[in-house]
């Protein structure tokens, strides 16, 4: 399981990308910004970046049971979490079954239940290597995979177009009783539907007047202009969102 380590001091900030990316894909150009006064822990999920892929399928489960090893690797014993689509449901899971585990959460891009996510994410299941050819997914994959062929990246497709296929989700109880403070993040043309996002701040104690109850520890960020696979792509924007949350 590869992973990088960058900068130094505070609560280290664990970050997990999306599916079909890797560090430098999702967080490349974040994380001078990032890494600024706090160590930050990087980490290429299973079949993707530097790390191999293994006979099992892919699910938040197992990607939450790499990462907790990974931390127990490193004798961490607290992290904030920042993860983005995949990686935000596995961010959400930590949050959630490992709360002695996290002090903040960034959760990005992702339901907490099927309902939230648009009808048109099926097609994701159906993903060749023949519709990605050419983007910066497919390089990459190609120059750092240990088994860079487009039979090894169509497996990783296939894996990803079955991730968590009939999963539930998180009852609105398991939200509620989160412990950490949570940033919601979500494009306003994403894969997930801002009603679902502002569900999401409401069940974390969002959406009420500040100005006479106060600003709760959980927030929702929607960035303009934003799809799913450009969600982090305003840098100077969504680096001023999450330190600010992580720093406050």
């Known amino acids: 399981m590869y992973y990088e380590l960058h900068g130094s001091g505070g609560t280290p900030l664990l970050l997990l990308h999306g599916g079909l990316f890797n560090i430098d894909l999702q967080f490349g150009p974040l994380l001078p910004g990032l890494s600024e006064g706090r160590r930050v822990i990087a980490t290429d999920f299973q079949g993707h970046g530097y790390t191999n892929d293994i006979d099992r399928p892919l699910g938040t489960a ?45 959760i990005s891009s992702v339901s907490f239940r099927p309902e939230g996510d648009r009808p048109e994410n ?49 009852s609105d109880d398991a939200i509620r009783a989160i412990a950490a403070p949570t940033l919601l993040t979500v494009g306003d043309c994403d894969a997930v539907t801002l009603e679902h996002a502002v569900r999401f701040l409401q069940l974390r104690g969002g959406d009420v007047n500040g100005d006479f109850v106060g600003v709760p520890t ?24 999450i330190t600010t949350f992580l720093d406050g």
């Not at 607290?78 to 903040?104: C, M, N, T, W, Y």
């Not at 299941?125 to 039979?151: C, F, N, Q, R, W």
């Not at 959980?218 to 969102?241: E, K």
């Open 62 to 106: 197992d990607l939450t049971s790499d990462v907790v090893g990974l931390l127990q690797t490193l004798d961490v014993p607290q992290v904030d979490v920042f993860g983005f689509s995949v990686g935000g449901a596995v961010a959400l899971k930590l949050a959630v079954e490992h709360p002695e585990l996290i002090r903040k959460a960034v």
């Open 218 to 241: 959980s927030q929702l960020a929607v960035f303009p202009g934003t799809t799913h696979f450009n969600g982090l792509a305003r840098t100077t924007l969504v680096l001023d969102t």
């Open 122 to 170: 099926s097609a994701v299941g159906e993903m060749k290597v023949e519709m990605i050819a050419g983007t910066p997914m497919e390089s990459d994959y190609l120059a750092k995979s240990p088994h860079p062929d487009l039979d090894h990246l169509q497996t990783l497709l296939t894996k990803l177009g079955d991730y968590d296929r009939g999963a539930d989700g998180w």
